[in-house]
Protein backbone atom coordinates (compact mmCIF):
# COMPACT_ATOMS: atom_id res chain seq x y z
CA UNK A 1 0.00 0.00 0.00
CA UNK A 2 2.78 2.37 0.94
CA UNK A 3 4.39 1.87 -2.26
CA UNK A 4 1.38 2.38 -4.08
CA UNK A 5 0.62 5.72 -2.50
CA UNK A 6 4.31 6.83 -3.08
CA UNK A 7 4.30 5.48 -6.60
CA UNK A 8 1.30 8.04 -7.98
CA UNK A 9 -0.66 5.27 -9.50
CA UNK A 10 -3.77 5.93 -11.45
CA UNK A 11 -5.75 4.15 -8.82
CA UNK A 12 -4.04 6.38 -5.88
CA UNK A 13 -4.96 9.61 -7.54
CA UNK A 14 -8.43 8.57 -8.90
CA UNK A 15 -9.38 7.96 -5.07
CA UNK A 16 -7.82 11.90 -4.10
CA UNK A 17 -10.79 14.40 -4.92
CA UNK A 18 -9.33 16.17 -7.50
CA UNK A 19 -12.08 18.33 -9.33
CA UNK A 20 -9.78 21.44 -10.34
CA UNK A 21 -6.70 18.70 -12.14
CA UNK A 22 -8.40 16.35 -14.14
CA UNK A 23 -5.80 16.54 -17.12
CA UNK A 24 -3.33 14.60 -15.39
CA UNK A 25 -5.61 11.63 -15.28
CA UNK A 26 -6.11 11.98 -19.24
CA UNK A 27 -2.45 12.09 -19.50
CA UNK A 28 -1.85 9.06 -17.67
CA UNK A 29 -4.34 6.91 -18.92
CA UNK A 30 -3.58 8.07 -22.67
CA UNK A 31 0.29 6.84 -21.73
CA UNK A 32 -0.84 3.82 -20.21
CA UNK A 33 -2.85 2.86 -23.51
CA UNK A 34 -0.08 3.81 -25.50
CA UNK A 35 2.08 1.21 -23.55
CA UNK A 36 -0.13 -0.85 -23.39
CA UNK A 37 -0.30 -1.15 -27.76
CA UNK A 38 3.24 -0.84 -27.89
CA UNK A 39 4.34 -3.49 -25.71
CA UNK A 40 2.24 -7.26 -26.46
CA UNK A 41 0.61 -8.57 -23.51
CA UNK A 42 3.31 -11.57 -22.28
CA UNK A 43 0.52 -14.31 -22.23
CA UNK A 44 0.28 -14.12 -26.18
CA UNK A 45 1.57 -17.18 -27.94
CA UNK A 46 5.17 -16.48 -29.32
CA UNK A 47 5.71 -17.45 -32.62
CA UNK A 48 7.48 -21.15 -33.08
CA UNK A 49 10.81 -19.61 -34.14
CA UNK A 50 11.43 -16.98 -31.92
CA UNK A 51 11.29 -19.23 -29.41
CA UNK A 52 13.07 -21.74 -31.15
CA UNK A 53 15.86 -18.32 -31.92
CA UNK A 54 15.91 -17.90 -27.64
CA UNK A 55 15.44 -21.50 -26.01
CA UNK A 56 15.98 -24.21 -28.60
CA UNK A 57 18.53 -23.68 -30.96
CA UNK A 58 21.99 -24.43 -29.53
CA UNK A 59 21.23 -27.50 -28.52
CA UNK A 60 18.47 -28.87 -31.74
CA UNK A 61 19.34 -26.37 -34.01
CA UNK A 62 16.60 -24.39 -36.18
CA UNK A 63 15.72 -27.27 -38.60
CA UNK A 64 16.12 -30.06 -35.89
CA UNK A 65 19.24 -31.37 -36.21
CA UNK A 66 21.45 -30.78 -33.15
CA UNK A 67 25.72 -29.93 -33.52
CA UNK A 68 26.03 -32.75 -30.94
CA UNK A 69 25.19 -36.50 -31.15
CA UNK A 70 24.26 -36.12 -27.23
CA UNK A 71 20.97 -34.20 -28.25
CA UNK A 72 18.01 -35.58 -30.11
CA UNK A 73 17.41 -34.75 -33.22
CA UNK A 74 13.69 -33.37 -33.49
CA UNK A 75 13.16 -33.56 -37.62
CA UNK A 76 10.07 -35.58 -38.23
CA UNK A 77 9.45 -36.85 -35.20
CA UNK A 78 5.77 -36.88 -34.81
CA UNK A 79 4.27 -33.54 -33.80
CA UNK A 80 1.91 -35.38 -31.22
CA UNK A 81 5.42 -37.22 -29.91
CA UNK A 82 7.35 -33.67 -29.83
CA UNK A 83 4.52 -32.60 -27.61
CA UNK A 84 3.61 -35.12 -25.59
CA UNK A 85 7.31 -34.67 -24.68
CA UNK A 86 6.82 -31.07 -24.01
CA UNK A 87 4.09 -31.22 -22.14
CA UNK A 88 5.63 -34.27 -19.68
CA UNK A 89 8.73 -32.43 -19.64
CA UNK A 90 6.99 -29.89 -17.81
CA UNK A 91 5.30 -31.85 -15.64
CA UNK A 92 8.20 -33.92 -14.60
CA UNK A 93 6.47 -36.95 -16.04
CA UNK A 94 9.63 -37.14 -18.49
CA UNK A 95 12.32 -36.45 -16.29
CA UNK A 96 15.09 -34.28 -17.16
CA UNK A 97 16.07 -31.26 -15.52
CA UNK A 98 17.91 -29.33 -18.81
CA UNK A 99 14.51 -29.65 -20.47
CA UNK A 100 12.01 -28.96 -17.61
CA UNK A 101 12.84 -25.34 -17.43
CA UNK A 102 12.16 -24.42 -20.83
CA UNK A 103 9.71 -26.80 -20.88
CA UNK A 104 7.85 -25.08 -17.60
CA UNK A 105 8.22 -21.38 -19.47
CA UNK A 106 5.46 -22.19 -22.63
CA UNK A 107 2.35 -22.70 -23.20
CA UNK A 108 0.31 -25.79 -24.85
CA UNK A 109 -0.36 -23.66 -27.55
CA UNK A 110 3.31 -22.80 -27.85
CA UNK A 111 4.40 -26.81 -27.10
CA UNK A 112 2.00 -27.30 -30.22
CA UNK A 113 3.61 -24.73 -32.63
CA UNK A 114 7.07 -26.26 -31.73
CA UNK A 115 6.17 -29.77 -32.25
CA UNK A 116 4.48 -28.77 -35.72
CA UNK A 117 7.55 -26.79 -36.61
CA UNK A 118 10.17 -29.86 -35.96
CA UNK A 119 8.12 -32.34 -37.28
CA UNK A 120 7.63 -30.48 -40.18
CA UNK A 121 11.84 -30.25 -40.96
CA UNK A 122 13.48 -32.57 -42.98
CA UNK A 123 16.29 -35.04 -40.92
CA UNK A 124 19.34 -34.31 -42.75
CA UNK A 125 21.91 -37.70 -42.61
CA UNK A 126 22.22 -39.61 -39.48
CA UNK A 127 25.25 -39.97 -37.52
CA UNK A 128 26.98 -43.21 -37.33
CA UNK A 129 30.00 -43.39 -34.52
CA UNK A 130 30.51 -47.04 -34.58
CA UNK A 131 30.18 -48.22 -37.68
CA UNK A 132 31.33 -51.70 -36.49
CA UNK A 133 28.39 -52.34 -34.58
CA UNK A 134 25.46 -51.63 -37.12
CA UNK A 135 25.57 -54.85 -38.70
CA UNK A 136 24.44 -56.42 -35.19
CA UNK A 137 22.24 -53.39 -34.70
CA UNK A 138 20.28 -54.75 -37.87
CA UNK A 139 19.84 -58.42 -36.67
CA UNK A 140 18.63 -57.11 -33.45
CA UNK A 141 16.46 -54.27 -34.94
CA UNK A 142 14.76 -56.56 -37.29
CA UNK A 143 14.51 -60.00 -35.68
CA UNK A 144 14.97 -59.49 -31.93
CA UNK A 145 16.56 -61.96 -29.40
CA UNK A 146 14.78 -65.28 -29.75
CA UNK A 147 16.49 -66.28 -26.03
CA UNK A 148 15.34 -63.27 -24.12
CA UNK A 149 12.00 -62.94 -25.84
CA UNK A 150 13.06 -59.24 -27.25
CA UNK A 151 10.80 -58.22 -29.74
CA UNK A 152 12.26 -56.83 -32.82
CA UNK A 153 12.50 -53.13 -32.77
CA UNK A 154 10.63 -53.50 -36.41
CA UNK A 155 7.39 -54.51 -34.95
CA UNK A 156 6.31 -51.31 -33.67
CA UNK A 157 9.12 -48.36 -35.36
CA UNK A 158 8.12 -50.37 -38.47
CA UNK A 159 11.09 -51.95 -40.89
CA UNK A 160 12.25 -48.63 -42.15
CA UNK A 161 11.96 -46.61 -38.47
CA UNK A 162 9.15 -44.40 -39.34
CA UNK A 163 7.16 -45.60 -36.62
CA UNK A 164 3.86 -45.63 -36.54
CA UNK A 165 1.53 -42.63 -34.60
CA UNK A 166 1.79 -44.73 -31.49
CA UNK A 167 5.96 -45.41 -31.75
CA UNK A 168 8.46 -42.50 -32.72
CA UNK A 169 10.15 -41.70 -35.60
CA UNK A 170 13.41 -42.86 -34.95
CA UNK A 171 15.20 -43.65 -38.69
CA UNK A 172 18.46 -41.76 -38.09
CA UNK A 173 18.42 -40.54 -34.77
CA UNK A 174 21.52 -40.00 -32.68
CA UNK A 175 23.06 -42.90 -31.48
CA UNK A 176 24.19 -42.09 -28.09
CA UNK A 177 20.71 -40.37 -27.14
CA UNK A 178 18.54 -44.05 -28.29
CA UNK A 179 21.86 -45.30 -26.12
CA UNK A 180 21.03 -43.17 -23.14
CA UNK A 181 17.01 -43.19 -23.51
CA UNK A 182 17.96 -46.98 -23.50
CA UNK A 183 19.01 -47.00 -20.28
CA UNK A 184 16.66 -44.88 -18.48
CA UNK A 185 13.82 -46.87 -19.67
CA UNK A 186 15.46 -50.45 -18.58
CA UNK A 187 16.40 -48.83 -15.51
CA UNK A 188 12.40 -47.66 -14.66
CA UNK A 189 14.15 -43.91 -15.15
CA UNK A 190 12.50 -42.96 -17.83
CA UNK A 191 8.31 -43.70 -17.23
CA UNK A 192 6.50 -41.84 -20.03
CA UNK A 193 6.30 -44.69 -22.04
CA UNK A 194 3.39 -46.45 -23.58
CA UNK A 195 1.68 -49.26 -21.91
CA UNK A 196 5.36 -49.87 -20.68
CA UNK A 197 6.38 -51.16 -23.36
CA UNK A 198 9.84 -49.69 -23.54
CA UNK A 199 10.66 -50.38 -20.13
CA UNK A 200 10.01 -53.99 -20.80
CA UNK A 201 11.90 -53.93 -23.74
CA UNK A 202 14.99 -52.14 -22.34
CA UNK A 203 15.27 -54.45 -19.63
CA UNK A 204 15.37 -57.47 -22.01
CA UNK A 205 18.34 -55.92 -23.59
CA UNK A 206 21.97 -55.88 -22.90
CA UNK A 207 24.27 -53.08 -23.23
CA UNK A 208 25.62 -54.61 -26.25
CA UNK A 209 22.30 -54.67 -27.80
CA UNK A 210 21.57 -51.60 -27.06
CA UNK A 211 24.41 -50.07 -27.98
CA UNK A 212 24.34 -51.82 -31.75
CA UNK A 213 20.79 -51.18 -31.95
CA UNK A 214 21.29 -47.45 -31.51
CA UNK A 215 23.92 -47.35 -34.30
CA UNK A 216 21.97 -49.37 -36.76
CA UNK A 217 19.14 -46.91 -35.70
CA UNK A 218 21.28 -43.48 -37.06
CA UNK A 219 22.32 -45.42 -39.55
CA UNK A 220 18.84 -45.85 -40.76
CA UNK A 221 17.39 -43.02 -43.62
CA UNK B 1 -0.49 -23.32 13.06
CA UNK B 2 0.21 -22.84 9.38
CA UNK B 3 3.64 -22.87 9.88
CA UNK B 4 3.18 -26.77 11.42
CA UNK B 5 1.19 -27.30 8.48
CA UNK B 6 3.79 -26.33 5.87
CA UNK B 7 6.36 -28.81 7.76
CA UNK B 8 4.41 -31.45 7.46
CA UNK B 9 3.34 -30.91 3.65
CA UNK B 10 7.52 -30.61 2.67
CA UNK B 11 7.89 -33.92 4.04
CA UNK B 12 5.11 -35.27 2.35
CA UNK B 13 6.17 -33.48 -0.49
CA UNK B 14 9.70 -35.67 -0.12
CA UNK B 15 7.99 -38.74 1.23
CA UNK B 16 5.40 -39.42 -1.27
CA UNK B 17 7.33 -39.39 -4.45
CA UNK B 18 9.98 -41.63 -2.96
CA UNK B 19 7.18 -44.06 -2.40
CA UNK B 20 5.32 -43.44 -5.63
CA UNK B 21 8.77 -44.51 -7.04
CA UNK B 22 9.05 -47.95 -4.84
CA UNK B 23 6.37 -48.57 -6.24
CA UNK B 24 6.60 -47.59 -9.51
CA UNK B 25 9.48 -50.04 -9.66
CA UNK B 26 7.69 -53.06 -7.85
CA UNK B 27 4.77 -52.83 -10.60
CA UNK B 28 6.77 -54.37 -12.70
CA UNK B 29 4.45 -56.01 -14.85
CA UNK B 30 4.28 -59.52 -13.29
CA UNK B 31 1.64 -62.04 -15.09
CA UNK B 32 -0.82 -63.17 -12.81
CA UNK B 33 -1.98 -67.03 -11.37
CA UNK B 34 -5.14 -68.11 -12.28
CA UNK B 35 -5.86 -71.62 -10.69
CA UNK B 36 -5.75 -74.09 -13.96
CA UNK B 37 -5.72 -77.52 -14.81
CA UNK B 38 -4.00 -78.89 -11.41
CA UNK B 39 -6.81 -77.25 -9.30
CA UNK B 40 -9.75 -79.50 -8.73
CA UNK B 41 -12.60 -77.38 -9.42
CA UNK B 42 -11.11 -76.41 -12.83
CA UNK B 43 -13.40 -75.84 -15.83
CA UNK B 44 -12.21 -75.98 -19.51
CA UNK B 45 -13.10 -73.01 -21.72
CA UNK B 46 -15.45 -71.39 -19.29
CA UNK B 47 -17.68 -68.78 -20.65
CA UNK B 48 -16.67 -66.13 -18.33
CA UNK B 49 -14.78 -62.89 -17.35
CA UNK B 50 -12.86 -61.33 -20.29
CA UNK B 51 -13.11 -63.91 -22.86
CA UNK B 52 -17.05 -63.67 -22.75
CA UNK B 53 -16.90 -60.04 -23.18
CA UNK B 54 -13.98 -60.19 -26.53
CA UNK B 55 -16.10 -63.13 -27.68
CA UNK B 56 -19.43 -60.86 -27.89
CA UNK B 57 -17.28 -57.28 -28.95
CA UNK B 58 -17.23 -57.02 -33.00
CA UNK B 59 -13.83 -57.28 -34.08
CA UNK B 60 -12.30 -54.80 -36.48
CA UNK B 61 -9.40 -56.46 -38.37
CA UNK B 62 -8.09 -53.14 -39.79
CA UNK B 63 -7.89 -51.87 -36.11
CA UNK B 64 -6.51 -54.88 -35.44
CA UNK B 65 -4.01 -54.91 -37.77
CA UNK B 66 -2.91 -51.85 -35.83
CA UNK B 67 -3.03 -53.22 -32.59
CA UNK B 68 -1.19 -56.32 -33.27
CA UNK B 69 2.19 -53.73 -33.86
CA UNK B 70 2.72 -54.97 -30.15
CA UNK B 71 2.60 -58.57 -31.06
CA UNK B 72 5.07 -58.29 -34.53
CA UNK B 73 7.77 -57.96 -32.83
CA UNK B 74 7.80 -61.52 -32.06
CA UNK B 75 5.09 -63.03 -34.25
CA UNK B 76 6.22 -61.43 -37.46
CA UNK B 77 3.95 -58.93 -39.45
CA UNK B 78 2.13 -61.84 -41.15
CA UNK B 79 1.86 -63.63 -38.26
CA UNK B 80 3.90 -66.23 -39.60
CA UNK B 81 6.35 -67.09 -36.55
CA UNK B 82 9.44 -68.35 -36.62
CA UNK B 83 10.30 -71.83 -38.15
CA UNK B 84 12.22 -72.93 -34.77
CA UNK B 85 8.77 -72.67 -33.23
CA UNK B 86 9.93 -70.01 -30.78
CA UNK B 87 7.13 -68.10 -31.70
CA UNK B 88 3.94 -69.78 -33.28
CA UNK B 89 1.85 -69.01 -36.19
CA UNK B 90 -1.12 -67.05 -35.43
CA UNK B 91 -1.99 -66.40 -39.24
CA UNK B 92 -5.42 -68.29 -40.18
CA UNK B 93 -5.97 -69.38 -36.59
CA UNK B 94 -9.85 -69.43 -35.48
CA UNK B 95 -10.75 -65.82 -33.90
CA UNK B 96 -12.45 -67.80 -30.89
CA UNK B 97 -9.04 -69.50 -30.19
CA UNK B 98 -7.07 -66.57 -30.25
CA UNK B 99 -9.32 -64.93 -28.03
CA UNK B 100 -9.31 -67.91 -25.58
CA UNK B 101 -5.61 -67.92 -25.66
CA UNK B 102 -5.16 -64.07 -25.14
CA UNK B 103 -7.37 -64.10 -22.66
CA UNK B 104 -6.36 -67.10 -20.89
CA UNK B 105 -2.56 -65.68 -20.80
CA UNK B 106 -4.03 -62.18 -19.69
CA UNK B 107 -5.54 -63.77 -16.85
CA UNK B 108 -2.92 -66.31 -15.96
CA UNK B 109 -4.50 -69.28 -16.87
CA UNK B 110 -1.87 -69.71 -19.52
CA UNK B 111 1.78 -69.02 -18.18
CA UNK B 112 3.86 -66.54 -20.47
CA UNK B 113 6.14 -64.67 -18.66
CA UNK B 114 7.82 -63.43 -22.24
CA UNK B 115 4.18 -62.69 -23.69
CA UNK B 116 2.50 -61.22 -20.74
CA UNK B 117 3.75 -57.61 -20.68
CA UNK B 118 2.70 -57.18 -24.20
CA UNK B 119 -0.49 -58.71 -24.15
CA UNK B 120 -1.40 -57.24 -20.80
CA UNK B 121 -4.38 -54.95 -20.41
CA UNK B 122 -2.19 -51.85 -20.02
CA UNK B 123 -1.08 -52.07 -23.51
CA UNK B 124 -4.28 -53.68 -25.03
CA UNK B 125 -7.99 -53.67 -24.40
CA UNK B 126 -10.78 -56.27 -24.42
CA UNK B 127 -11.97 -54.68 -27.71
CA UNK B 128 -8.43 -54.92 -28.94
CA UNK B 129 -8.08 -58.66 -28.39
CA UNK B 130 -11.39 -58.91 -30.39
CA UNK B 131 -10.05 -56.86 -33.00
CA UNK B 132 -6.56 -58.63 -33.31
CA UNK B 133 -8.19 -61.95 -33.37
CA UNK B 134 -10.21 -61.24 -36.10
CA UNK B 135 -7.31 -59.55 -38.30
CA UNK B 136 -5.22 -62.85 -37.89
CA UNK B 137 -7.91 -64.80 -38.44
CA UNK B 138 -8.12 -63.58 -41.79
CA UNK B 139 -4.54 -64.08 -42.74
CA UNK B 140 -3.42 -66.43 -45.01
CA UNK B 141 -1.75 -69.96 -44.11
CA UNK B 142 1.32 -70.89 -45.94
CA UNK B 143 3.32 -73.99 -46.48
CA UNK B 144 6.38 -72.77 -45.04
CA UNK B 145 5.92 -73.85 -41.99
CA UNK B 146 8.78 -75.50 -39.32
CA UNK B 147 8.21 -79.27 -40.44
CA UNK B 148 9.56 -82.49 -38.29
CA UNK B 149 12.38 -84.90 -39.67
CA UNK B 150 9.44 -86.76 -41.61
CA UNK B 151 10.87 -90.24 -39.90
CA UNK B 152 7.71 -91.86 -39.44
CA UNK B 153 4.77 -90.26 -41.04
CA UNK B 154 2.85 -93.44 -41.85
CA UNK B 155 2.82 -94.04 -37.89
CA UNK B 156 1.89 -89.89 -37.16
CA UNK B 157 -1.26 -90.36 -39.53
CA UNK B 158 -2.18 -93.85 -37.20
CA UNK B 159 -1.72 -91.41 -34.34
CA UNK B 160 -3.75 -88.81 -35.35
CA UNK B 161 -6.50 -90.52 -37.49
CA UNK B 162 -6.84 -92.63 -33.57
CA UNK B 163 -6.55 -89.76 -31.23
CA UNK B 164 -6.97 -85.93 -32.64
CA UNK B 165 -8.47 -85.94 -35.91
CA UNK B 166 -12.26 -86.39 -34.16
CA UNK B 167 -11.32 -82.91 -32.64
CA UNK B 168 -8.29 -81.38 -34.69
CA UNK B 169 -10.27 -82.05 -38.10
CA UNK B 170 -9.29 -84.30 -40.78
CA UNK B 171 -7.32 -81.97 -42.55
CA UNK B 172 -6.19 -80.32 -39.10
CA UNK B 173 -8.34 -77.39 -39.46
CA UNK B 174 -9.80 -77.54 -36.03
CA UNK B 175 -13.22 -75.52 -34.74
CA UNK B 176 -13.87 -72.34 -34.21
CA UNK B 177 -17.38 -73.43 -32.92
CA UNK B 178 -15.37 -75.72 -30.21
CA UNK B 179 -12.33 -73.58 -29.46
CA UNK B 180 -9.92 -76.31 -30.94
CA UNK B 181 -7.24 -74.48 -32.85
CA UNK B 182 -6.34 -75.33 -36.12
CA UNK B 183 -2.88 -76.92 -36.22
CA UNK B 184 -2.21 -77.31 -39.56
CA UNK B 185 0.44 -75.14 -41.29
CA UNK B 186 1.92 -74.68 -37.43
CA UNK B 187 5.57 -75.27 -36.74
CA UNK B 188 6.42 -78.54 -35.81
CA UNK B 189 9.05 -77.02 -32.50
CA UNK B 190 5.76 -75.34 -31.43
CA UNK B 191 2.87 -78.28 -31.75
CA UNK B 192 5.37 -80.96 -30.15
CA UNK B 193 6.66 -78.29 -27.02
CA UNK B 194 2.69 -77.42 -26.47
CA UNK B 195 1.66 -81.33 -26.83
CA UNK B 196 4.57 -82.37 -24.48
CA UNK B 197 3.41 -79.71 -21.90
CA UNK B 198 -0.48 -80.61 -22.35
CA UNK B 199 0.48 -83.94 -21.08
CA UNK B 200 3.02 -82.65 -18.52
CA UNK B 201 -0.23 -80.54 -17.10
CA UNK B 202 2.44 -77.85 -17.41
CA UNK B 203 -0.08 -76.23 -19.86
CA UNK B 204 -2.95 -74.89 -17.61
CA UNK B 205 -5.41 -74.08 -19.42
CA UNK B 206 -5.46 -77.65 -21.48
CA UNK B 207 -7.94 -79.33 -22.17
CA UNK B 208 -8.36 -82.23 -19.63
CA UNK B 209 -9.81 -84.49 -22.54
CA UNK B 210 -6.73 -83.96 -24.47
CA UNK B 211 -4.46 -84.44 -21.48
CA UNK B 212 -6.12 -88.14 -20.98
CA UNK B 213 -5.59 -89.12 -24.57
CA UNK B 214 -2.26 -88.75 -24.64
CA UNK B 215 -1.30 -89.11 -21.20
CA UNK B 216 0.30 -92.46 -22.36
CA UNK B 217 2.26 -90.83 -25.37
CA UNK B 218 5.84 -91.26 -25.14
CA UNK B 219 8.37 -88.28 -26.60
CA UNK B 220 8.82 -89.91 -29.46
CA UNK B 221 5.13 -90.51 -30.34
CA UNK B 222 4.31 -86.95 -30.07
CA UNK B 223 7.20 -85.86 -32.03
CA UNK B 224 6.24 -88.46 -34.62
CA UNK B 225 2.38 -87.15 -34.31
CA UNK B 226 3.66 -83.11 -34.44
CA UNK B 227 5.68 -83.85 -37.31
CA UNK B 228 2.58 -85.27 -39.12
CA UNK B 229 0.62 -82.55 -38.21
CA UNK B 230 2.87 -80.16 -39.83
CA UNK B 231 2.59 -81.19 -42.86
CA UNK B 232 -1.10 -81.48 -43.13
CA UNK B 233 -2.02 -80.17 -46.43
CA UNK B 234 -3.61 -76.50 -46.38
CA UNK B 235 -7.21 -76.65 -47.88
Known amino acids: MQTLAHSGSGRAIAARPAPHRPRAQVVVGALLVAIAMLAPPPTLARDAVEIINSLCVACHGLDGNPPATAFPRLGGLQAEYIEKQLLEYARGERQNPSMQPFAEGLSRIEMRALAAHYSTQRPGPGVVTNPQLVERGRQVYHEGNRETGLPACAGCHRPDGTGTPRSVFLAGQNAPYVFDQMRLFANEERTNDRGRLMRTVAARMTEEEMRAVAEYIASMR | ?235
Open chain 2, 1 to 235: MIQVYKKQLLWLAVLVPMVMTTLAVAERPKQPRAPGIESPDYVWNEMRGEMLQALRATGDPIRGEISFDVCAGCHGFGAEGEDDGSYPRLAGQHASVLIKQMTDVRAGRRDNPKMYPFAADHVITTQEVADIAVFLAALPVTPDNGKGPGSDLARGEELYRQDCESCHGAIGQGSGAKFYPRVSGQHYEYLLREARMIRDGERRNANPEMVEVIEDYSDADLAIVSDFMSRLPLE
